[in-house]
Nanobody, 122 residues
Framework: QVQLVESGGGLVQAGGSLRLSCAASGSIFSIDPMGWYVQAPGKQRELVAVIARGGSTNYADSVKGRFAISRDNAKNTVYLEMNSLKPEDTAVYYC????????????????WGQGTQVTVSS
């Protein structure tokens, strides 16, 4: 069984910073990519940032220059450093990982964390 355990959410004032972490555990291999999505009330889940195993990244336009994603492949962990936070960043942030259930298996599966709330007050 695969678990993605997120931490680091909370309440912060506009202009502040937060750092989210997500550790993948269980039977998951060759994780590529890992990332973060958000889902605001009444909206679909949207990409915030993803990072490939080799380190290449992709960001939503709304967070470019403010957020930074990184990962530790040895720990199967992904991080999201969020700076200059705005009230519109308020959402539930979900960790995402795509990996295989067996070593060297070509079949990939998508996994999601339970979500962590980020609230930015004005």
């Amino acid at each position: 069984q695969v678990q993605l355990v997120e931490s680091g959410g909370g309440l912060v004032q506009a202009g502040g910073s937060l750092r989210l972490s997500c550790a993948a555990s269980g039977s998951i291999f060759s994780i590529d990519p890992m990332g973060w999505y958000v889902q605001a009330p009444g909206k679909q889940r949207e990409l915030v940032a993803v990072i490939a195993r080799g380190g290449s990244t992709n960001y939503a336009d709304s967070v470019k220059g403010r957020f930074a994603i990184s990962r530790d492949n040895a720990k199967n962990t992904v991080y999201l450093e969020m700076n200059s936070l705005k009230p519109e960043d308020t959402a539930v942030y979900y960790c995402y990982a795509r990996g295989s259930k067996l070593p060297r298996s070509p079949t990939k599966y998508d996994y999601w964390g339970q979500g962590t709330q980020v609230t930015v007050s004005s």
